[in-house]
C-alpha cells in the first residue's frame, strides 16, 4: 500500500532504459469506485497521460515503468483544466451521517498492485492529528451525498 502522495512523487521510466523519462504529476481517479485510471506525467518538454492499464504500466514503491513511450498520450489544455476539479477532492470537510464535522481529508492509501484506493486518511486537526493520529476510513464507509457532502456511514466509533 502507498499514499497518493508517495505516487505523486515516482519518477517514470521506460522499460528497459536506464534513467527517467518524467514524474507523476497527477493521479486520475474514478469515483466513487475509486480505481485510478492514469496518471499525468510531466517530462522536461511536455504533459502527458498514461492510461493504468497493467499491460501498459507496472507500479513500484520506487517508480512508475511504462512499457513503451508510445503509450503515453497528449491532452489537450482543457482536458488537464478539467483534472484541476478532481485534485478538489483533497482537503474537502467530512461529516458523519448526523452532521457532525470529522475533519478533512488529507490522503488516500492506495494498492500498488490494484490502483485501487483502500482508505482515505482524514486529518482532524494538528492537535488532534499529533495526539491520536489521523483518522483512516475504508472507502466503502465513504459517501458523498445529495448536497454534495462527503460523509462516513459507520457505526464505528470516530
Known amino acids: 500500500m502507498v499514499s ?9 521510466t521506460l522499460y ?7 514524474w507523476v504529476e497527477d493521479i486520475v481517479i474514478r469515483w466513487p469506485e475509486g480505481v485510478i ?10 504533459r502527458l497521460y498514461i492510461p493504468a492499464e497493467p499491460e501498459m504500466v507496472s507500479v513500484t514503491l520506487m517508480e512508475i515503468q511504462l512499457r513503451r513511450k508510445s503509450y ?6 482543457s482536458w488537464w483544466r478539467t483534472l484541476h476539479d478532481q485534485k478538489l477532492v483533497m482537503n474537502r470537510p467530512v461529516w458523519r451521517d448526523n452532521g457532525e464535522l470529522v475533519g478533512r481529508i488529507k490522503d488516500l492509501i492506495i494498492d500498488e498492485n490494484s490502483l485501487a484506493v483502500h482508505q ?13 493520529g ?16 462527503i460523509k462516513i456511514f459507520s457505526n464505528r466509533a470516530i
Open 4 to 12: 497518493r502522495w508517495h505516487l505523486l512523487h515516482l519518477p517514470v
Open 120 to 132: 482515505i486518511v482524514i486529518s482532524r486537526g494538528l492537535l488532534e492529528d499529533l495526539l491520536h
Open 134 to 149: 489521523a483518522l483512516l476510513v475504508p472507502t466503502h464507509e465513504i459517501r458523498e451525498d445529495a448536497d454534495g457532502k
Open 37 to 46: 485510471e492514469g496518471f499525468g506525467i510531466r517530462t522536461a518538454i511536455s
Open 72 to 77: 503515453a498520450l497528449k491532452r489537450p489544455r
Open 16 to 22: 528497459g532504459k536506464a534513467g527517467h523519462w518524467g
